[in-house]
């Protein structure tokens, strides 16, 4: 079974930066592509970013793209997401999710990803 917990979540101003993590329980889940997903108030879950098992593959939203940027530290079985230049756009529940398919590439499919945490909330004002 593999557990994820997101944190790092807040409040912050227009072109500030947030760091969130996500810690990730289960003896194989080093092995999984991770990816992050993320809700705003009534619109539709989107993808933000993804990585491969070994960190050497990652992919963006084009929404995030040079703003953000994926990393993981599979030692310490974790998750992260440096979020830089934040637009009240970005306001939305972040999601940490991993595919448990072995040797995935990272998807921006919500349906590839078998696991999900609860989210952490960024809110980023004007």
């Known amino acids: 079974q593999v557990q994820l917990v997101e944190s790092g979540g807040g409040l912050v101003q227009a072109g500030g930066s947030l760091r969130l993590s996500c810690a990730v329980s289960?003896?194989?889940?080093?092995?999984?592509?991770m990816g992050w997903f993320r809700q705003a108030p009534g619109k539709e879950r989107e993808f933000v970013s993804a990585?491969?098992?070994?960190?050497?593959?990652?992919y963006y939203a084009d929404s995030v793209k040079g703003r953000f940027t994926i990393s993981r530290d599979n030692a310490k079985n974790t998750l992260y997401l440096q979020m830089n230049s934040l637009k009240p756009e970005d306001t939305a529940d972040y999601y940490c999710?991993?595919?448990?398919?072995?040797?995935?590439?990272?998807?921006?499919?919500?349906?590839?990803?078998?696991?999900w945490g609860k989210g952490t909330l960024v809110t980023v004002s004007s």
């Open positions: 999710a991993a595919d448990s398919r072995r040797n995935a590439r990272p998807s921006n499919s919500a349906n590839d990803y078998d696991y």
């Open positions: 990585i491969s098992w070994s960190g050497g593959s990652t």
């Open positions: 289960g003896r194989t889940a080093s092995y999984y592509a």
